[in-house]
């Protein structure tokens, strides 16, 4: 290994912490290489409440001709945790949710995964689900939408070498902090 490579290793590495201590309060996770017909999962984990929370609502809205939306479930740990907790089916590429709970909020400075929501991949072509419409004790948080991509970047050989190099070193990088999407 040259020290080249090494160093840009080295970068790389100390970019990944840098990654979590900005997350945001609410955040869908990225999906990668799907296929067509595939079943997806994205999950919505909160960092770091920011307050406590008693009642919540909020969107998902997501594109109809890349995904067929199946079902949502809440994550362990928050079946029973809520008096109340629903999602519905708006429209077609439109998911409202909404919950509350007299006894058992999400404290402030807590961290977890809420819910997991189910798609069947319908077109394999970028694209993006979003969270919006935050009502409630979610009003002010921040937000990192999902990401559909269905190759993953790392598998990408940007410059046709047959090696994982410097080129796709730069190529993760670029994607990583959306720059190159």
């Known amino acids: 290994m040259t020290i080249k490579t090494f160093c840009i290793m080295v970068m790389f ?5 840098i990654q979590l201590v900005f997350a945001e309060n609410l955040e869908l996770n990225d999906i ?7 079943i997806v999962k994205y999950t919505l984990t909160f960092n770091s409440a920011p307050n406590r929370v008693g009642a919540f609502g909020f969107e998902i809205a997501y594109n109809p001709n890349m995904l067929s939306y199946q079902s949502y479930e809440l994550a362990e740990g928050f079946q029973d945790r ?3 907790f629903q999602g519905n089916k708006k429209e ?3 998911l409202v949710f909404g919950g509350y709970s007299t006894s058992q909020k999400i404290e402030s400075g807590e961290s977890g ?3 997991i929501i189910t798609f069947t991949v319908v077109n394999t072509s970028h694209d993006t689900i979003t969270l919006q419409n935050l009502k409630d004790d979610f009003k002010n948080w921040s937000v990192k ?5 269905p190759q993953s970047a790392i598998l990408e050989d940007i410059d046709n070498d047959g090696k994982l190099g410097l080129a796709e070193v730069i190529y993760l990088l ?3 902090t959306g720059i190159y999407r």
């Open 13 to 17: 590495c100390c970019m990944i912490p």
């Open 32 to 38: 990668q290489n799907a296929r067509e017909g595939s």
């Open 82 to 84: 809520f008096d109340f």
């Open 92 to 94: 077609n590429g439109l």
């Open 113 to 115: 995964a809420l819910l």
């Open 145 to 149: 939408n999902g990401h559909f991509n």
């Open 174 to 176: 670029q994607k990583m």
